[in-house]
C-alpha cells in the first residue's frame, strides 16, 4: 500500500491548451528532452523539414506543421512521472479537445506574448473552469517582440475572468530578451546561447548583484528595479489554495523556441500542481489512493497504425492499479473482460505495460465494446464515473458517398470516426444512411474525415455545406411533446443523433429565441451527457 501511495503521489497528469502557433507543440517537446524521452527537439514546421514533432503523428499533421489529434506522452523528471495530454489548438481542432480536459488534473495554456488570448484559447479556458481545475500560464515566444507584460496580465484577468499572479517576470523581449525575474526565489534567471537540447548556461543572480548590473543595460536593470517594486506594491500575495482550485493562474514568461525558461517552469509547475485528484461516480467520490482499480475511456482513435487496422481506447485511470492480465468489469458492457494489449504511448512509439497507476494514461486494444465515457473498474468494487458532456457543434455539412456501391463502407467509416469524437453525425427523421449531416467544431474536422474516409476505408465523398450555426438537445422527454407540432422558423431542423434523440438546428441566436417563444414549456441544452454516438 506505500508503494501504490508513492508511485500515485509521484504522477502528474496535465493538459496544454493553446491558440494555433502560440508554440504549444514546440513546449511539449522541449519537457520531452529535460525528460531525455527524445535527444532532440523536431521543429514543428511545414512539409520541407525532415524532423517532426514527435507528438504529431497524423499524416495531415505532418503536411500541415499542427497538431489535429491530442496525443498521450509519458515522461519521468526529477522524480515525477508525468502524463502530457497534447490537445489540437489549431483553430480547426475537434471536440476530442473539450474530452481530453476531462481526462486532465490542471491545464497549463500557452499564449503568444505578441497576441495575447485568443478565441480558442477562450474556448478551452471554458471547459477548464466547468471542471474547476488549475490553469498555469506560460506566455510564449518572449524572443520576438511582445506586447507590455502588464497589458497581458490585464488582458488574462479580463478576457478569462480569472486572477493572474506572475511568478516570473521578463527583462526586455526580443533581441532584448535577457532572462526572468523569480519572485518567488527572488533572483534574477539570466539566459546565454542557443541550444534546442538545453539552456547552454542558465546564470542565476540576486538582485543589486554586481554581475547582474554587467548583464544589463542601465535602462533594463532601471525598469526592472521598478517593476519589482511595482509588483510588490500592487499585485495580490500568491495563494496556491486559490490556484488549485482554479481561482488564480500562476503566469510564467519565456521562450520555447530557445528554451529560455522552460525548464524553470516546469519546476515551479510540479510542485505547484497536485498529484491525481478523486473524481465523481455514482457510488461518491472516488479516492485515486483507493486500492481498488477504476478509469474511464475519454479517447478512441481507430488506424492509429495503417498496417493493424486497430482501434485504441484511451483510458484515464481514476483509483488503484492496473495490472495487466487481471479480470476488470466493463459497467457499460455488463461483464468482465481483460483488456487487451495494454500500452502506454510516446505519439507512435508504443509499449506494452503491465502495470499503471491512478493519473496514467493507458492505451487498450478496442473490438468495437467501448464508447467515450465508459467506466471499466475492478470487479471487486463497481462504480460508474459520470459521462462526458457531448459538446454542440459549430459548422454542419450534408455528406454521402459518390460511388452508390460502397455505402457500406460509407456507413462503417463514418460511424467509427463518429464514435471516436472526432465529428458527430445528425440523420433528418425518417431517413437512411445513405447520406448524413456531419457536425464539428472546426473546419479542418471535415478534411480530416475526407482524407480518412478515402485513406482508410477507400469511400470518396461529396460535401455540401449548411448554413446552420447552433445546435441544441431537446431536454423534454419524448413522450411530453410531438415533435411535427413544433413551431419553428422555416430555416430550422429537426434531427436525431444516433441514440435517437431529437436536437433543432438553427441557423442564428434568433431563430432560438423565437422557438423558445412559441412552444411553450420546450426546454433546450447546449450539450447532452450522453455519449454514445
Known amino acids: 500500500m506505500a508503494d501504490l501511495r508513492k508511485e ?40 520541407k523539414n525532415s524532423r517532426h514533432a514527435v507528438s504529431d503523428w497524423m499524416e495531415i499533421e505532418k503536411q500541415r506543421g499542427i ?47 505578441s497576441k495575447g488570448v485568443e478565441a480558442q484559447t477562450r474556448k478551452l479556458f471554458k471547459v477548464c473552469v466547468m471542471r474547476d481545475i488549475p490553469i498555469f500560464t506560460f506566455i510564449n515566444k518572449m524572443d520576438r517582440e511582445s506586447r507590455d507584460p502588464y497589458e497581458l496580465l490585464e488582458e488574462i484577468e479580463n478576457e478569462l475572468g480569472i486572477g493572474a499572479y506572475a511568478v516570473n517576470w521578463p527583462i526586455g523581449s526580443g533581441r532584448e530578451f535577457k532572462g526572468v525575474y523569480d519572485r518567488i526565489d527572488e533572483e534574477v534567471i539570466a539566459f546565454e546561447g542557443l541550444d534546442a537540447r538545453h539552456e547552454v548556461t542558465a546564470t542565476r543572480m540576486r538582485f543589486g548583484d554586481d554581475a547582474l548590473r554587467a548583464a544589463l543595460s542601465e535602462i533594463q536593470y532601471q525598469t526592472l528595479s521598478d517593476d519589482i517594486e511595482l509588483l510588490a506594491g500592487a499585485g495580490d500575495d500568491f495563494d496556491l489554495d486559490a490556484v488549485r482550485h482554479g481561482r488564480l493562474s500562476p503566469v510564467f ?47 478512441i482513435q481507430a488506424n492509429m497504425n495503417k498496417a493493424h487496422r486497430d482501434r485504441i481506447a484511451f483510458m484515464r485511470i ?16 455488463g461483464k468482465k473482460i481483460q483488456l487487451a494489449q495494454p500500452q502506454q504511448l510516446m505519439a507512435q512509439d508504443r509499449s506494452i505495460v503491465d502495470e499503471a497507476y491512478a493519473g496514467d494514461i493507458i492505451g487498450v486494444f478496442d473490438p468495437g465494446i467501448f464508447s467515450i465515457g465508459d467506466t471499466v473498474c475492478s470487479p471487486e ?16 455539412a450534408r455528406v454521402r458517398q459518390k460511388d452508390t456501391l460502397k455505402r457500406k463502407q460509407f456507413v462503417k467509416g463514418t460511424t467509427q470516426i463518429a464514435q471516436e469524437g472526432a465529428i458527430q453525425i445528425f440523420q433528418e427523421p425518417g431517413t437512411g444512411m445513405e447520406e448524413v449531416i456531419v457536425g464539428v467544431v472546426g473546419v479542418l474536422q471535415f478534411e480530416v474525415l475526407e482524407y480518412r474516409l478515402r485513406n482508410e476505408y477507400k469511400v470518396e465523398i461529396i460535401r455540401e455545406m449548411l448554413p ?57 441544452r447546449e450539450f447532452s451527457e450522453n455519449t454514445d454516438h
Open 8 to 47: 500515485i503521489e509521484a504522477r502528474r497528469t496535465f493538459a496544454i491548451i493553446s491558440h494555433p502557433d502560440a508554440g504549444k507543440t514546440t513546449i511539449t517537446e522541449k519537457f520531452l528532452l529535460y525528460g531525455g524521452a527524445i535527444q532532440e527537439a523536431g521543429m514543428v514546421k511545414g512539409k
Open 67 to 113: 497538431s489535429v489529434t491530442s496525443s498521450v506522452l509519458q515522461f519521468h523528471y526529477d522524480g515525477y512521472c508525468i502524463n502530457i495530454l497534447d490537445t489540437p489548438g489549431h483553430q480547426d481542432f475537434s471536440e476530442d479537445t473539450y474530452r481530453t480536459l476531462m481526462a486532465a488534473d490542471s491545464a497549463v495554456m500557452v499564449i503568444d506574448a
Open 253 to 299: 514568461f519565456g521562450s520555447a523556441l530557445t528554451n529560455f525558461g522552460v525548464e524553470p517552469f516546469l519546476k515551479k509547475f510540479l510542485t505547484m500542481t497536485t498529484s491525481p485528484l478523486p473524481r465523481q461516480s455514482d457510488i461518491g467520490l472516488v479516492d485515486p489512493f483507493d486500492a481498488h482499480f477504476s478509469a474511464f475511456v475519454f479517447k
Open 318 to 333: 481514476c483509483s488503484g492499479k492496473f495490472e495487466r492480465g487481471r479480470d476488470v468489469w466493463h459497467v457499460q458492457g
Open 381 to 396: 468494487r463497481r462504480c460508474a464515473y459520470s459521462g462526458i458532456p457531448t459538446f454542440a457543434p459549430e459548422l454542419f
Open 468 to 524: 446552420y450555426e447552433h445546435l441544441r438537445w431537446i431536454a423534454n422527454p419524448p413522450e411530453s411533446y410531438d415533435p411535427k407540432s413544433l413551431k419553428l422558423t422555416s430555416d430550422t431542423k429537426i434531427v436525431q443523433d444516433f441514440s435517437g434523440n431529437l436536437l433543432l438546428l438553427f441557423s442564428s441566436p434568433w431563430n432560438i429565441s423565437w422557438a423558445l417563444d412559441h412552444n411553450d414549456g420546450l426546454e433546450l
